[in-house]
C-alpha cells in the first residue's frame, strides 16, 4: 500500500499517460466493440460519428463496416496515435476517417447516419440532448454510458431512479439496454461500471415546444419527495405561471400582427376611388406641361381631327346624305368639334374618339 499522501502509478500507453480529467478510459475489450458495431446495425453505405475516439480500437472495426467516419477527439495525442495506426491499415480504410480535433460540444455536427461512441462521461447528459435535438435525424445510437446512468434512462414510473432526464429521454427516443460492462474491460479501469445503449429517435418528433416542457417537468421534479398539488400551490410557482402565461400571450398577438400586416389587404371602393383620383390629378399634370408646348400639342390635334373627319365621313358615306347631315348638326350640338378636340379636357385616345363618333 502506497503511504498516504503518496503519488500513485500513473497509467501510461506508448510513452503517454492518460487523463482521467477528460475520461480517458480506453475500451480495450475487442467483444464489447464487436457487439457494440454488431448493434448498431451499420449498412455499407452508412455515416458513423464517434466522439473520443482515443487510440483508435473501436474506430478501426468501424472502418470495416462504414463508408465514412467522423471522429470528434481533443487530445492531439491521441489524434497523433489514431492517424498512425489508421495509415497502416492501408490507403483504403485511411480514406474513410475524418478526424475532427476539438469539442464535441461546441463544435457543428455534420450529416450523420449512426452514432457509435465510448464517450467520457462527465459529458453524458449534454451531449445525449444535443443528440437527439440533431436535425436531420438519425436513424439510431450506440453509446456507453456509466451504469447509474443508464438506469436512469430505462427507468420506468415508480422506479427510485425515474427522474426528468427518463421522461424527456423516452418522450423523444426509444431507449434499449444491450449489455453490461465491466470496469475492467477499460484501461486505466474506472471507478465504475458501465452499460451500452441503443437509441433510436423517435419519427415524427411529437409536436411540443421542449424548453416549456422541459420547465414543467423541472417544477415536477423539484421535491420528489411532494405531491404535484402542493407543487404547484406554491406562490411562487403559481406566479411565474401567470408571468409565463402573458408573456405567451403577448409572443401570440405580436405574431399575429405580424401575420396580418404581411397579408395583402383586398381592394374594396374606397380604394378604388383613391385610384381614380390618382389617376385625374396625374392627367392634369400631364395637360399642363402639354399646354406648355404649344407645337407638339397643335400637330396631335390636327391629327386627332383629321382622324374624326375621316371616321365621319365614313359614316356618312354608309348613312346617307340625309343621316350625314343630321349627325353633323348633333356633332355640333354636342361639341364634337375640330376645334373642341384642341381643348385640354377634350384629349382622349383617338380609339375612344371612333366609337364616339360610331354611335353618334
Known amino acids: 500500500m502506497a503511504p498516504k499522501g503518496g503519488v500513485q502509478k500513473s497509467q501510461h500507453f506508448r510513452g503517454f499517460a492518460f487523463h482521467k ?85 461546441r463544435a457543428n455536427w455534420p450529416f450523420f447516419d449512426v452514432f457509435v461512441a465510448n464517450i467520457p462521461y462527465q459529458i453524458s447528459s449534454p451531449l445525449l440532448f444535443r443528440l437527439l435535438a440533431h436535425r436531420p435525424a438519425f436513424h439510431c445510437a450506440v453509446i456507453m454510458f456509466q451504469r447509474e446512468f443508464a438506469q436512469r434512462l430505462v427507468a420506468r414510473p415508480g422506479d427510485a431512479a425515474y427522474c426528468r432526464l427518463a421522461v424527456n429521454v423516452q418522450l423523444l427516443a426509444r431507449v434499449e439496454h444491450l449489455m453490461k460492462v465491466s470496469r475492467n474491460s477499460f484501461r486505466p479501469p474506472p471507478r465504475v461500471d458501465s452499460s451500452v445503449m441503443r437509441i433510436q429517435p423517435r419519427q415524427p418528433a411529437p409536436p411540443l415546444d421542449f424548453r416549456e416542457w ?33 408573456l405567451i400571450q403577448r409572443q401570440q398577438q405580436q405574431q399575429q400582427q405580424n401575420e396580418e400586416n404581411d397579408v395583402e389587404r383586398p381592394m374594396d371602393t374606397t380604394d378604388l376611388l383613391q385610384m381614380a383620383h390618382e389617376d385625374d390629378e396625374k392627367e392634369e399634370v400631364e395637360t399642363a406641361e402639354s399646354l406648355s408646348s404649344p407645337d407638339s400639342d397643335t400637330e396631335q390635334c390636327q391629327q386627332a381631327t383629321a382622324l374624326v373627319r375621316f371616321s365621319i365621313r365614313d359614316s356618312s358615306n354608309t348613312r346617307g346624305a340625309g343621316s350625314a347631315s343630321g349627325s353633323s348638326s348633333e356633332d355640333e350640338s354636342r361639341g364634337f368639334s375640330s376645334s373642341a378636340l384642341c381643348l385640354p379636357s377634350a384629349r382622349v385616345s383617338i380609339l375612344k374618339l371612333s366609337i364616339l363618333v360610331t354611335l353618334v
Open 214 to 246: 422541459d420547465g414543467l417537468l423541472r417544477l415536477c421534479f423539484a421535491r420528489k419527495h411532494r405531491t404535484l398539488g402542493s407543487l404547484f400551490g406554491q406562490m411562487r410557482v403559481v406566479r411565474l405561471l401567470q408571468e409565463n402565461r402573458l
Open 21 to 105: 480529467s477528460r475520461g480517458q478510459h480506453i475500451l480495450k475489450n475487442a467483444a464489447v466493440s464487436d457487439t457494440m458495431i454488431e448493434k448498431a446495425q451499420l449498412r455499407p453505405t452508412d455515416t458513423v460519428l464517434e466522439v473520443g475516439a482515443g487510440t483508435g480500437n473501436l474506430t478501426v472495426r468501424l472502418l470495416r463496416h462504414a463508408k465514412r467516419v467522423i471522429a470528434f477527439e481533443v487530445d492531439p495525442r491521441m489524434i497523433i496515435e489514431l492517424t498512425k495506426r489508421v495509415q497502416a491499415l492501408g490507403p483504403e480504410l485511411a480514406s474513410r476517417l475524418e478526424v475532427v480535433h476539438g469539442d464535441v460540444l
